[in-house]
């Protein structure tokens, strides 16, 4: 069983950062893919970002390179989101995602209760 609680949503600027960091509790959380997905109001629920369980392959959604790092630190159980030059259209409630495999088109078993992120404009 994983346990995963995401942190570092808020309010910010149109051209600001914030990070989202999503700690995990569990059995074998370093053999955990994990991702990041969001779901604005009124949309479904869409991939951002992923990362392999060591941490050597990312991915990220055409929306966000650039802007957004996906990155994880296996000793803390605890993977990140860097989010900079934030956009409206970023305006989300950001959800962790583990297991065994996490891509564009596969989700993992595990998930966080989300984390709003507003952006103004």
């Known amino acids: 069983q994983v346990q995963l609680v995401e942190s570092g949503g808020g309010l910010v600027q149109a051209g600001g950062s914030l990070r989202l960091s999503c700690a995990a509790s569990?059995?074998?959380?370093?053999?955990?893919?994990r991702g990041w997905f969001r779901q604005a109001p009124g949309k479904e629920r869409e991939f951002v970002a992923s990362?392999?369980?060591?941490?050597?392959?990312?991915d990220y959604a055409d929306s966000v390179k650039g802007r957004f790092t996906i990155s994880r630190d296996n000793a803390k159980n605890t993977v990140y989101l860097q989010m900079n030059s934030l956009k409206p259209e970023d305006t989300a409630v950001y959800y962790c995602?583990?297991?065994?495999?996490?891509?564009?088109?596969?989700?993992?078993?595990?998930w966080g209760r989300g984390t709003q992120v507003t952006v103004s404009s």
């Open positions: 990362i392999t369980y060591s941490g050597g392959v990312t």
């Open positions: 569990g059995r074998a959380f370093s053999m955990h893919a």
């Open positions: 995602n583990a297991g065994r495999i996490v891509t564009t088109f596969q989700q993992g078993a595990y």
